[in-house]
């Protein structure tokens, strides 16, 4: 019988769902990346949790204080793709018995500091004695029913966007966890955004307000596989033209030798956003975003056949399903 | 500096508390059995978040279906020491690489049957790779603000009562861990009550809609640690004058040569409520338990002065801080 590290994250998650008996009356679909219950009046409690561990979400340099404070943050970015605002936050932690109190202190702080980046508060939670460091973070939050941007609700011919650039994190745990070099500035920008991400918490409330959207997803498994959860959920495929990469993941490539679209496309851990727009909404949806001074940029198009093709520089190829995946790695 | 193996739990949790910002307005304060934010219409959307750990909280012979259940059951029972009905449960899950497909099913199958058996759905979660394992459970419910029994609202001359009777899963333990011998039928209950702990919801809803409750919480930390809590959090002390003591404990105590007080009041991972009622209420708590077929049994009163005693067989002695804490034991 196969084990976990044989079926990969995916059909783990399958084989845990299939023994559960259906809710009633979800408001939104297992598998999205937040949970939801009707409240009256129109409005949603919306949950979501999410698990750090230290053994394959730290990597060596992250300090227990930014882990803390990823920990949180991972959890913010689901809440960002939904367009619904964080109020409060759970934290079990999991602590090795040799932990200094100094070492708590410094999750305390970044649990602390990930939670009031985005006005939300710490209110209660768990501690537990565990071999590692595990850090499990639950989120709540209130908002009306028809905010709420799903995955399953993308439509052919809508435009597919993106907030931000890609490949950051894919070439910062390069420089992290393979000693590939970089200038002292690249360097920077690129480990930056492994040990602090950002969760695009302003840009998806503003989207979500804008009622532009008719699918959203963060891209925190990679931009390939974030892509194909969303052509999954809502049954469509995409054509991507264009993606932003960042100037720094350029530079890094060409020194390294690397393929750019390889750090783009199949990284993971990076908090940008990915939607989905009516065409003609589409101008209402950028400058929702723009207002904060964040590039949205049109990657391509919804399509109707369930199928990821990349036409770049007069080629056309599939976008593969890979990225990071539990077990697998 | 201190390692958390020398600071104890509560000061874990003390140390992370102090880095958090204070929350405005917190209908329930840090550090009860649940948290809480205000939903209008006099309304709570509560939650709970509590780990269960493979090294330190399943016994040897708790199969994984059980431990996942536990997980589950765990949390229903601080809803229930609250009188709040559970709606939805989160999971995060950590689990070693080696684990099977049947593994990850008996524990999709475990987590539906906690939740199933209280009326509870599984509506979403986390997975991830971990050195032992883990399941992280959240719960949300909704409840009318004036229904949610606190912890430190208990007033001195108020009668202290208990669901059921203690010293089962003390008992069991000491059989699953030690070895110790007992009856077969004896040896039966006792271990049951480790591997398919109850919580008392129905018991704790029908407590808070009786209106007779002034505090409440769960005797998940054993007997006399959680009296403790009570005693701190409303800043009042207890004479305790009778415990109940399940027959099958007194059994195995005096074959085993045991101290059947010391398995009552210091044991732990018993899902008791132990509640504080004005005097004047008291019968009508006692018949809102008693439809249920539950004993609630009146043990002491609360007193003014911080002091914990227990008054039996013409013997007072001090109830000590004492019973199941994570990283010390």
């Known amino acids: 019988m196969r084990t976990v590290s044989e079926l990969g994250e995916k059909k783990v998650i399958e084989t845990v769902m299939e023994c559960l008996d259906k809710t009633p009356d979800m408001p939104i679909p297992f598998g999205d990346d937040v949970s939801a219950v009707d409240l009256d009046l129109g409005r949603l409690a919306v949950v979501k949790t999410d698990m750090l561990v230290g053994k394959t979400d730290v990597p060596p340099s992250m300090s227990l204080r930014q882990a803390a404070r990823k920990a949180v943050v991972m959890n913010i970015s689901d809440f960002a793709a939904k367009g619904v605002k964080p109020l409060v936050l759970l934290v079990a932690l999991g602590l090795p018995k040799s932990f200094k109190e100094e070492d708590v202190r410094q999750i305390g702080l970044g649990l602390n500091e990930g939670a009031r980046e985005y006005d939300a508060h710490v209110i209660g939670g768990d501690t537990n004695e565990a071999s590692d460091l595990i850090i499990s973070c639950s989120l709540l939050g209130i908002c009306d029913k028809h905010i709420l941007v799903k995955r399953s609700t993308?439509?052919?011919d809508d435009i597919v966007a993106v907030t931000g650039n890609f490949g950051?994190?894919?070439?910062?745990?390069?420089?992290?966890?393979?000693?590939?070099?970089?200038?002292?500035?690249?360097?920077?920008?690129?480990?930056?955004?492994?040990l602090m991400p950002k969760a695009r918490l302003k840009e998806?409330?503003?989207?979500?307000?804008?009622?532009?959207?008719?699918a959203s997803i963060d891209s925190s498994d990679g931009l390939a596989w974030s892509l194909h959860e969303l052509s999954d959920a809502s049954n469509i495929g995409f054509t991507i033209d264009k993606i932003p990469i960042a100037p720094e993941?350029?530079?890094?490539?060409?020194?390294?030798?690397?393929?750019?679209?390889?750090?783009?496309?199949?990284?993971?851990?990076?908090?940008?956003?990915?939607v989905t727009a009516k065409p003609e909404l589409w101008e209402k949806a950028r400058r929702a975003v723009g207002n904060l001074r964040t590039p949205l940029t049109s990657i391509g198009r919804v399509t109707k056949e369930k199928r990821l093709e990349l036409k770049t520089e007069g080629r056309t190829r599939l976008i593969e399903r890979r990225g990071w995946e539990h077990f697998k790695t």
Chains 1, 2 share one sequence.
């Open 168 to 194: 950051k994190t894919a070439s910062g745990l390069k420089i992290l966890l393979e000693g590939l070099p970089a200038p002292e500035t690249t360097k920077k920008t690129l480990t930056e955004a492994v």
């Open 204 to 214: 998806g409330l503003a989207l979500a307000q804008s009622g532009a959207l008719t």
């Open 249 to 274: 993941v350029c530079e890094f490539a060409e020194n390294c030798d690397l393929d750019p679209l390889e750090l783009v496309l199949y990284g993971g851990e990076e908090y940008e956003l990915i």
């Open 154 to 156: 993308a439509k052919p």
